[in-house]
């Protein structure tokens, strides 16, 4: 079942489109987190749509939905700000939903949206925000925001670097994107977030030229081994 929904963050009104496989209840759902909205990112980014085809097939739903600003949802771009209540706003909309099961829901996102995504994951760490998310994949994720969200919410927190051992969390890259210097990458993650899975995906850049099918395999299997 596939059906185009709305729900509200903060005041805003938000579209989306969420997809269900057909005869299942209490079934595990990811929300996906689109590229960025001022360079043309919205929910039918076509690597946001093929991982949620791929996530059908293994019988886990999926929502896609255009943070505020972009297509028909209200608002405007809010520098990533905002764009993290509207994940936690989409999260609070699944969790209404009889048919999914509340204690397996994952979220990915790709590039602005893994940023974004991979934000919320250190505000639930350092503010106790209340939403029970079961795994994380950042997709893509730039250096320079992964170590500037890094750096501000470790100083704000001792306990961070204990906290986030129990999270389960992918990071997926391409060994020729131009906005990942690999060896930061791989010590910001190995120092803060270990243990986490990081997977490099060879001879394809920022846009998964040529390797979007085996981008979405690694991103299903890696939900279907966290949420079933």
Do not use: W
């Not at 997926?172 to 990942?180: A, F, H, K, P």
């Amino acid at each position: 079942m596939q059906k185009s929904i709305e729900f509200l963050s903060e005041n805003l009104t938000l579209e989306g489109v969420i997809s269900i496989p057909e005869s299942k209840d209490n079934i595990p759902c990811v929300i996906l987190c689109h590229p960025h909205p001022l360079y043309g990112g919205d929910m039918y980014n076509n690597i946001v749509i093929d991982i949620a085809q791929n996530l059908y097939q293994l019988g886990i739903g999926s929502l896609l939905f255009n943070f505020r600003g972009v297509g028909n949802s209200e608002g405007t771009f809010d520098n990533g700000k905002g764009e993290v209540t509207d994940i936690i706003s989409a999260y609070k909309y699944i969790a209404t939903l009889p048919t999914i099961n509340q204690a397996k829901i994952g979220i990915a996102g790709y590039s602005f949206g893994a940023s974004t995504t991979f934000n919320l994951f250190l505000q639930i760490q350092t503010n106790n925000i209340d939403i029970n998310i079961e795994s994380f994949a950042f997709i893509a994720c730039p250096s320079n925001n992964l170590q500037s969200l890094l750096l501000s919410n470790t100083n704000s927190n001792i306990n961070f670097a204990d906290q986030i051992l129990s999270i389960k969390k992918l990071f997926v890259y391409g060994d020729l994107d131009e906005l990942i210097e690999q060896d930061l990458y791989n010590t910001m993650l190995r120092d803060f977030c270990k243990p986490s899975e990081i997977i490099k995906i060879d001879h394809t850049d920022h846009f998964f030229s040529n390797e979007i099918p085996q981008l979405s395999n690694k991103i299903g299997d890696f939900f279907n081994s966290t949420l079933k």
